[in-house]
């Protein structure tokens, strides 16, 4: 009797024409424990080409809504929970800075703006960084963090980083400040001219991309920019990466999930983790405000405007349910599809 696993599938559960997966049978998996509060083998691990070693995830998923949206220690306060009660890696600046984690939480991924100078203090202890290749919202007039244009997205690479000898320089660099034993870099990119770069970055020795083909920021309201399909970004990135004959490059990709099993057939694909923010700005509630009406409160967050009353600081404590509420449902279904 054949023991050939279907085609297309890592685990040998059945895959249909369409890209979904059903799981094995029952009689398959009898003798396997229901598992529901097991995450152990439910993370990813990305590689460090430096050392060789990996780095654990508890759970795939980020969010990168500590630098895309407007900064705030109340929102800060919020993702640091996000992190350690859900296991979800978090790209921003942590308001603590700890030695020592829990493996059952997620990891707090320090951001460095290729466009601004970077304070070296801040990565002593960090045990994942990102290069953001784009422009940063820390400063222009009016304050560029309160607001969103789509040209923000265009990827953006200082003058002294143009080849790929001195990117990887300034990599080895920022692996050399932090403390710790293992230390993976990656570098974000938006999607556009998706293999050349994957390929630079890759050339760089960095660790991974993390691929945007959907940007949210700014949730209360949210603006949202779509710039590729991540099927065509995932096919993109990953020719690129076979065509390096890098091995244990990870590719993470930040998009609009609009079907919950859908991060499912990009893990498939080969996606180490994806971002769900796109799922936590379709759960923002209605924005409540005592002291401006709502004229005042779009103009306020357009940049402000003498003569107008600040709104009052709004809450995110929201978002924590948000998240834990989808991702339980979100492994719930994972383990209903992929036999551990």
Known sequence: MSTKKPKGSVDG????????????????????????????????RITSQASGRKLHWPVPVFTRLGIDTPASDSL????????????????????????????????????????????????????????QF??????????????????????????????????????????????????VVGGCIAAGSIYHDVRYLIDSGLDYVCLLTDAVGGLMPARRWRFESIPWGIDEAKRAIADSGVEGFSLFISGAID??????????DGVQAFSIDSILASRCPAVVTSNASSDESFSSFLGGQSGYVTPSAPSYDWLLDAAESWLTDWSSLRRFFMSR
């Open 134 to 183: 784009f422009r940063s919202r820390s400063g222009g007039a009016g304050g560029a963090s309160e607001y969103y244009l789509a040209d923000e997205w265009i990827p953006k690479m200082p003058s002294d980083l143009m080849q790929v000898e001195h990117l990887a320089k300034r990599v080895e660099l920022y692996r050399s400040i932090s403390d710790q034993p293992t230390v």
């Open 13 to 44: 559960s059945k895959r249909i024409p369409e890209g979904r997966f059903i799981p094995k049978s029952l009689a398959e998996r009898l003798d396997q424990l229901p598992g529901l509060g097991d995450r152990t083998d439910a993370g990813c």
């Open 259 to 268: 079907q919950m099993e859908q991060p499912l057939d990009w893990i498939f």
């Open 76 to 131: 800060r306060l919020v993702l640091d929970h996000l992190r350690k009660r859900c296991g979800i890696s978090v790209v921003g600046n942590s308001l603590q800075q700890s030695l020592e984690r829990s493996l059952d939480d997620g990891l707090s991924i320090a951001p460095i703006m290729v466009d601004e100078p970077c304070s070296l203090r801040t990565l002593m202890h960090a045990e994942q960084m990102e290069l």
